[in-house]
């Protein structure tokens, strides 16, 4: 069964830092299955936050600068690694997978696989 687990979420001050980590089990990531990084927070829309396939990626305006993806297939992971964090950061962050060939998928509605999110909480 292919199942993805997220981790790494908590509590951070405004300016901190957090490694979210997404880790795949039951098959092989490789590169040419995506994977994305969504968030949503209470009474919000499900928002892309970055994605990456075929070692293209992307992020959206709001994390640009800030948030950086990065993948270990040797580990089965994939990183999102966030700094400069600011409160309207705060959200339940997921990661999904798709097979997409020759593009980056950033619509939620383009994944098959989710994990079950990781709480994160920017506050003073």
């Known amino acids: 069964q292919r199942q993805l687990v997220e981790s790494g979420g908590g509590l951070v001050q405004p300016g901190g830092s957090l490694r979210l980590s997404c880790a795949a089990s039951?098959?092989?990531?490789?590169?040419?299955?995506?994977i994305g990084w969504f968030r949503q927070a209470p009474g919000k829309e499900r928002e892309g936050v970055s994605c990456?396939?075929?070692?293209?990626?992307y992020y959206a305006d709001s994390v640009k600068g800030r948030f950086t993806i990065s993948r270990d297939n040797a580990k089965n992971t994939v990183y999102l690694q966030m700094i400069s964090l600011k409160p309207e950061d705060t959200a339940t962050y997921y990661c999904?997978?798709?097979?997409?060939?020759?593009?980056?998928?950033?619509?939620?509605?383009?994944?098959?696989?989710w994990g079950q999110g990781t709480q994160v909480t920017v506050s003073s």
């Open positions: 039951g098959f092989t990531l490789q590169d040419y299955y995506a």
């Open positions: 990456i396939n075929e070692g293209r990626t």
């Open positions: 999904a997978t798709t097979i997409r060939r020759g593009y980056v998928p950033i619509r939620s509605g383009d994944y098959d696989i």
